[in-house]
């Protein structure tokens, strides 16, 4: 076996073992703290505007109030989400199609790329092999697809996280493992494909 052939090979299997952890790690951690001063601020002031507080009990009122001193903050939120765990939240959701073109890029086209590469190379021997190998490089091209499905994900639950961002919510977002696993299988799948079908390519030129 060629020496190109080896490094291929041997990258594939370590893309693939990335993959695995790039699925099912967290790739965000979203954290939302609730503002204790700024809620009793708001609460202090909806009583005051409400108009139930009598005139003759708003003096005593305002000093109870200026009494009170709150600080400090609670968290209301803190998930750690996967691509597995995004998609299975969006198909619950009733975002078929999302969930669907999920997995379809992170775990249908991997699972094909894998298994058709595999496939010609244990049966290299005959001569039809090499369109499998093909086949594979077809689905090469797709693997840029992975990124931009992890960028939608992201894009999508920043968006929808910092929509939500006040005084009175603070949200905090961080990329996770799962992200960089991810990220490592897609660069790393993409470099031991073009080993691999080249490879292949040369074989099946004809020497002159």
């Given amino acids: ?27 965000l951690h979203i954290t939302t703290t609730l503002d204790k001063g700024e809620l009793t601020a708001l609460g202090k002031e909806a009583i005051l505007n409400s108009g139930s507080i009598p005139n003759f009990l708003m003096p005593m009122t305002l000093e ?12 209301i939120q ?3 989400k996967s691509i597995l765990g995004t998609a299975e939240g969006l198909w619950r959701d009733g975002n078929l199609l999302v969930a669907f073109l999920i997995v379809f890029f992170s775990v249908v086209i991997p699972a094909l790329k894998l298994g058709l590469l595999g496939f010609s190379y244990a049966m290299q021997r005959f001569s039809w092999s090499g369109r499998y190998a093909t086949w594979s490089a077809l689905l ?10 992890m960028a939608l994900i992201i894009s999508f639950l920043a968006i929808k996280a910092s929509a939500n961002t006040s005084s009175l919510l603070q949200t905090h977002i961080q990329l996770e493992n799962g992200f960089y696993y991810f990220l490592g299988y897609c660069l790393v799948s993409i470099l031991s494909s073009q080993l691999l079908v080249n490879e292949r390519r040369s074989e099946s030129i004809p020497q002159s």
């Fill in 64 to 75: 109870v109030f200026n009494q009170i001193q709150v600080s400090g903050s609670v968290v």
């Fill in 140 to 149: 090469s091209k797709w693997s840029m697809a992975d990124v931009f499905v």
């Fill in 1 to 27: 076996m060629p020496f190109r052939q080896k490094i291929g090979l041997v990258l594939l299997m370590g893309a693939y073992l990335l993959l695995i952890p790039g699925l099912t790690e967290p790739v």
């Fill in 78 to 80: 803190d998930t750690a």
